[in-house]
């Protein structure tokens, strides 16, 4: 089965799925399959495969989702006698679950303990502050294609929830994800609907196949908050935790809605990152009454211990694209005044704690093919 790939967009690729497969009735309960995970038929067949890959011989701990087709893959690792995290369901009372079997657990009580009902009678929490390194991942998807790319069913949970693990250092690049789905559900899947928050697959099991895909695209290198809603935010409490923390530490946690548009360079321009209330001891240009020194901003004063300066920008940069840079990196600052005639931007942090930690994040920063100079601002003026 393929998509139209004329203008085709995720959820076209997802109604296709779904129509096909209670057309064809490939399902089992819950029907129909719309707006689900499908229960494909031969779940339980295609679970078996996990077996045969090095990964899952070598895991400890494993992060399974709770659809309904996963609950194979849950049975086996109950029954190899590794660690099963399960995600709460849509995150309201924290990221997982822990099944713990009672002592003694026969196949029967196992079989529970895989199930939905198991995970809310036989599981624990799991806080943020837990040792938690999850060796491998297992999504449920409804459709995916052979290079890895995967689409969900459009809620975003199973890439909150990969974000939310490299937060708190339970998951690294290296860690597989293995996704389990009907053949009908392997499809092509254009590269251009693959966005930057997008987890993306290593294996692919369905009932007749065992797919290696060798994607290299990066996975999530951790939550991108400005595509988290102020009602996703309400929705989940660990979800503020984790924001608190990475505000704390320094990072851009500013959500979505919350940016102003950035100008493009001309002149210099003083670009506000976030638009929520500044810090206390946040200076601003409209309280910064110190007489401009030698290299830095025009009207800003004297570099301050929270300024970072940039130099040797490329001739054509674009504020988009340091902009860019900054955020791939963890390490957008309050903001941003851009000089780009004289190839130079200065970046304003809270503290100088957070402005030190940023210097040190953006050594060897570059754009395009040129290597950006970074120090602290008042180190710069002092040269």
Not at 16 to 42: C, T
Not at 90 to 98: A, E, S
Not at 184 to 213: F, G, K, N, S, W
Request: proline share 9%; glycine share 8%.
């Amino acid at each position: 089965m393929e998509p139209r790939a004329v203008g085709v967009s995720k959820q076209d690729i997802r109604e296709q799925i779904w129509g096909y497969m209670e057309s064809q009735n490939l399902a089992d309960f819950p029907r129909p399959v719309h707006h689900r995970i499908p229960n494909f038929k031969g779940s339980y067949l295609a679970c078996q495969n996990i077996k045969d890959l090095d990964v899952f011989a070598r895991t400890q701990e494993v992060k399974v989702d709770p659809d309904k087709p996963l609950e194979g893959v849950r049975l086996l690792v109950l029954q190899s006698k590794k660690t099963l995290l399960v995600p709460t369901p849509r995150l309201r009372t924290g990221l997982f679950n822990k099944i713990t079997p009672p002592p003694g657990a026969t196949k029967d009580i196992l079989r529970k303990c895989a199930t939905s009902q198991g995970v809310r009678n036989y599981s624990v929490p799991i806080g943020l502050d837990s040792r938690v390194l999850v060796d491998l991942v297992v999504v449920g998807s409804v459709a995916v294609s052979e290079k890895g790319w995967r689409i969900g069913k459009g809620e975003g949970y199973a890439d909150l929830e990969y974000a939310m693990m490299v937060s708190m250092g339970a998951v690294s690049k290296e860690t597989p994800v293995v996704t389990i789905v009907h053949d009908c559900q392997v499809v092509d899947i254009p590269e251009e609907l693959v966005e930057e928050h997008d987890i993306t697959v290593d294996y692919i099991l369905t009932p007749t196949r065992v797919i290696a895909t060798g994607c290299k695209r990066p996975k999530p290198m951790g939550i991108t908050w400005f595509k988290i809603s102020l009602e996703m935010m309400e929705k989940i409490p660990i979800l503020r935790s984790l924001r608190a923390r990475e505000q704390q530490a320094g990072k851009d946690v500013t959500l979505q809605g919350e940016h102003q548009h950035l100008p493009e360079p001309g002149r210099q321009q003083t670009v506000p990152l976030s638009v929520g209330r500044r810090p206390p001891d946040t200076p601003g240009p409209e309280s910064n009454s110190m007489e401009a020194a030698p290299g830095s901003p025009p009207g800003e004063g004297a570099p301050l211990a929270a300024d970072v300066y940039v130099g040797n920008l490329p001739r054509d940069a674009r504020v988009s694209d340091l902009k860019r840079a900054l955020r791939e990196l963890g390490s957008v600052p309050l903001r941003l005044t851009w000089q780009g005639p004289r190839r130079r931007a200065f970046l304003h942090y809270p503290d100088s704690a957070a402005a030190q930690q940023a210097v040190s994040c953006l050594q060897g920063l570059r754009l395009g093919t040129d290597t950006l100079r970074v120090a602290l601002a008042r180190q710069q003026r002092d040269k």
